[in-house]
């Protein structure tokens, strides 16, 4: 937001974020009423284990790779956090805080929020002095230029594509091979980098955030290579990384902490163990022995463990459950047959059983019923939007009514891509919808390849489960994100996995994103969720919170809200570094 020209705007902005952050509560009772005290969230909001000692080694168990490391292509909410808390530093950042300080921003590589011009439409960053990389030479404001410009090329897909939205002149851009350069993106020297945008933009600061105002200098770039060792402007570097099997990261001794107030950097050592299984994790992290002390899980409890946790007051006081913030959804192909149909779409919307997927998701501690895309959270007091009214078990008669309407009276056959660690959410998808007579096949995929493989707009199936998180607390990053016909890509397709293309809803986006009152457009942007329900390119699911059981000995650690209640690792460490293995 513009915080310097604009203050009426900045200070209305502020105000509409600040109650959207605060709009998630404690969710409903897990096992009798949904009225109580939801037993998961004890810790939310809060610092748990304590302030950590400096030293040890951090564990990570985890039962996949990341999907991306690459700042340019790094696009998934765990994936962001671990990269920009560990590895790179980006313009802006987050406040390393739980609740809703963590979703203020303050300056990281640069010196401020940046100076906003031309009516929000070129924003100027001057970066701190004394910046380095892993190997001592100086962070430059060319390299992030230079990022920025990368994250364009046809062979770095998945990646945040704010700069393609928003920077003047980007249309059909495809990165600085063959030397070739965003003339709307300036460095009139070192440390100051210059923004040019197509439209006024008052959230600029927050895009900010994201991988791609990281630095990348050119002579470290290997294309899609570098994904496999990015280098080093954050506290940490990669000593070694075995794709699928361990990633170890050890102190950036070039890093300078004043230049820092974020990352706090407490492990000597940071150590991602991949290829477990979930059951094995969760089960080592409850009983907590040993170097299983001083670990954090990297995907969320299994819903099987949720009460092996809940009914021990000893290992429920180290589980943490913030929202996620992130609506999770069963997308459909709206360019292929039987689903070019809003009739077969609507179907879908009332068949399916969302308390069945939310039992499958962990039951109602961890999971709230959707009843429209975009979070309760981003809206003034918390609420979704409810227009279509259909019980949280679905309508199947209904459902019948509808696709008889569409020529189907019989049903039709159709499958569902979900992650692996859906596979009971795809289950309760097949008998939801098999009840009208849609009849679901599930297929499978690793988490590591699954934003790949749904992105692959050609091959992929019907059906995908997915969700989408919003960058900041803004209507502006979901509803363009998930539903704006005018950015998807036939490969590395992220967030429109629907393939909606609908002029009215793409022209009333461009106007709402035009508003300068933030109140008025957060009620617009709620508005038009409700009108894309109606038009059914989704079925929106549930709401997930994110279960993180910690090891004993860690401290330092909470759910951060702007990266989907994942661990800060900003601020995550140990209580006794002694009892760590090295």
């Excluded at 070129?122 to 990389?133: C, N, P």
């Excluded at 062979?155 to 600085?176: S, V």
Aim: aromatic share 8%; proline share 7%; glycine share 10%.
């Amino acid at each position: 937001m513009d915080k310097r020209t604009c203050t009426a705007l900045a200070t209305a902005l502020v105000a509409t974020l600040a109650l959207g952050i605060a709009g998630c509560s404690g969710g409903p009772e897990a096992s009798s009423s949904r009225n109580g005290k939801n037993p998961a969230t004890t810790n939310n909001g809060q610092v748990v284990g304590g302030t950590p000692k400096k030293g040890g080694t951090l564990t990570v168990l985890s039962n996949q790779d990341f999907t991306h490391l690459d700042p340019a292509r790094n696009w998934v909410m765990g994936d962001m956090d671990f990269g920009t808390r560990l590895l790179y530093r980006t313009l802006v950042t987050y406040k390393a805080e739980p609740g809703a300080k963590g979703g203020e921003l303050i300056p990281d590589l640069a010196e401020d929020l940046g100076v906003s011009s031309n009516g929000a439409r070129t924003w100027t960053f001057k970066l701190k002095k004394g910046l380095k990389y892993e190997d001592g030479s100086p962070i430059t404001a060319q390299d992030i230029k230079y990022n920025v410009e990368r994250s364009f090329s046809p062979d770095l897909p998945g990646g945040p594509d704010y700069a393609a939205r928003y920077l003047a002149g980007a249309e059909g851009y495809r990165g600085p091979a063959q030397g070739r350069h965003l003339d709307s993106v300036k460095t009139p020297d070192e440390h100051t980098i210059v923004f040019e945008l197509r439209k006024p933009f008052a959230e600029f600061p927050y895009a900010t955030v994201l991988p791609t105002f990281a630095p990348v200098p050119k002579a470290k770039d290997k294309g899609p290579q570098y994904d496999n060792r990015p280098f080093s402007s954050g506290p940490y570097k990669i000593e070694s990384y075995g794709r699928d099997k361990q990633l170890v990261l050890v102190r950036n001794t070039h890093w300078d902490a004043s230049t820092d107030t974020v990352r706090k950097a407490y492990p000597d050592k940071v150590v991602v163990v991949m290829g477990l299984k979930a059951n094995q994790i969760d089960d080592r992290l409850i009983a907590g022995q040993g170097p299983d002390a001083s670990a954090v899980p990297w995907g969320k409890l299994r819903p099987e463990s949720t009460p092996k946790v809940l009914t021990k007051a000893d290992v429920k006081k180290r589980l943490l459950a913030e929202s996620t913030n992130c609506t999770e959804m069963v997308q459909m192909h709206t360019g292929r047959a039987p689903f070019d149909n809003v009739k077969v779409r609507q179907a879908v919307q009332y068949a399916l059983d969302r308390e069945g997927i939310l039992t499958a998701s962990g039951g109602p501690a961890l999971n709230d019923v959707a009843t429209a895309h975009m979070p309760g959270p981003l809206f003034d007091g918390g609420k979704q939007t409810d227009i279509l009214k259909i019980p949280a078990t679905g309508d199947v008669e209904k459902a019948k009514q509808l696709l008889k309407e569409a020529g189907k009276p019989g049903g039709f056959s159709t499958s569902v891509t979900v992650s692996n660690g859906d596979k009971g959410v795809g289950e309760a998808i097949q008998q939801s919808l098999g009840r009208a007579g849609i009849k679901v096949t599930i297929e499978t995929v690793d988490p590591s390849a699954f934003y790949d493989t749904i992105g692959d707009t050609k091959n992929r199936t019907d059906l995908v489960y997915t969700g989408w998180c919003p960058d900041y607390p803004s209507g502006s990053t979901f509803l363009p994100f998930v539903f704006d016909g005018r950015y998807i890509k036939e490969k590395g397709n992220s967030g429109n996995h629907s393939l909606f293309r609908d002029e009215a809803t793409m022209k009333r986006m461009d106007e709402i994103a035009a508003m300068t009152d933030a109140r008025q457009a957060g009620k617009a942007w709620q508005e038009l969720d409700g009108q894309i329900l109606a038009k059914a390119p989704a079925a929106p699911a549930v709401i997930e919170r994110m279960p993180l059981l910690l090891g004993t000995n860690v401290a330092g650690a909470f759910g951060h809200t702007s990266f989907g209640g994942q661990i800060d690792y900003a601020t995550v460490g140990l209580k006794d570094p002694s009892k760590s293995s090295n």
